[in-house]
């Protein structure tokens, strides 16, 4: 008699086998995948844009979505965008709020930014940039060193224009009636020495205004890199 042959099972590669698995595992991603429900709500554009209408940017959100607001670049104060931007329901336009200190006695407007009375503020000289000061009822400090503006009682109005020697003149404005006038009416600084200075300023100002904690001109400012410049009464 013939000896049966024993059957063998053939072993699957291992290969094969990592392959098996590897492609159950992505058949298996793939059903959850559209098997998941969708998000069908609606989605929305938020436009940034200035009050003239041009488009700073524009950004996407999913109903009842928020976005991230847009930086504002700009020269004014700005406090924030008009409307809500943590809720959207529908296509929509916002704008910046800018800050106005027309009636505010206790703050003024200094290159841009609203300063508070009293409070601690930095002071950076841009080159050729214009400042508006208002109301300017306070002390500047910047790296302990301190530029004063004390309270008196009415407004005047000084521009600076830089001089062919070299000066640069705080000249009070001609629109202010001659009434509001002070001793105070010009000022001299000192610009031989200066790389940075502001080439228009308009500083609201009141009788008895002067420019140091002390009665005595000339009073002085000490820049963060140790220059000093001399403020000086010239005419009266």
Same mark, same amino acid.
């Not at 008196?152 to 640069?168: L, M, R, S």
């Given at each position: ?71 504002y ?28 200190? &027309?009636?505010?006695e206790?703050?003024? =407007? ?7 009375e ?24 910047y ?22 020697d ?12 001659l ?5 105070? &009416?010009?000022?001299? =600084? ?27 001109i ?16 010239v005419s009266?």
């Amino acid at each position: 008699m013939q000896k049966e042959k024993k059957k063998t099972k053939k072993k699957i590669p291992f290969w094969i086998q990592i392959i098996a698995i590897l492609l159950c595992g992505v058949l298996a991603s793939v059903c959850v995948y559209f098997a998941a429900p969708k998000d069908k709500r609606p989605e929305y554009t938020v436009t940034f844009q200035y009050q003239d209408g041009t488009i700073i940017g524009t950004k996407q959100a999913k109903e009842g979505q928020g976005v991230y607001p847009i930086e504002y670049i700009g020269d004014d104060v700005f406090r924030g965008w008009d409307r809500a931007i943590n809720n959207i329901t529908s296509d929509m336009e916002t704008y910046p709020e800018l800050y106005t200190i &027309t009636n505010e006695e206790n703050f003024f =407007f200094f290159n841009s930014q609203y300063v508070q009375e009293g409070k601690k503020f930095k002071l950076d000289l841009i080159l050729g940039g214009d400042v508006n000061i208002s109301k300017a009822v306070l002390t500047l400090e910047y790296d302990n060193e301190v530029l004063n503006f004390t309270k008196a009682t009415k407004n005047k109005i000084f521009k600076i224009t830089e001089q062919e020697d070299g000066k640069v003149v705080f000249e009070l404005n001609s629109d202010v009636p001659l009434k509001e006038r002070t001793k105070l &009416t010009t000022l001299t =600084f000192d610009a031989l020495e200066m790389d940075a200075y502001y080439s228009q300023m308009t500083l609201s100002a009141k009788d008895g205004y002067h420019v140091s904690e002390d009665d005595e001109i000339p009073a002085t400012l000490t820049t963060i890199n140790n220059k000093i410049y001399f403020l000086q009464e010239v005419s009266k």
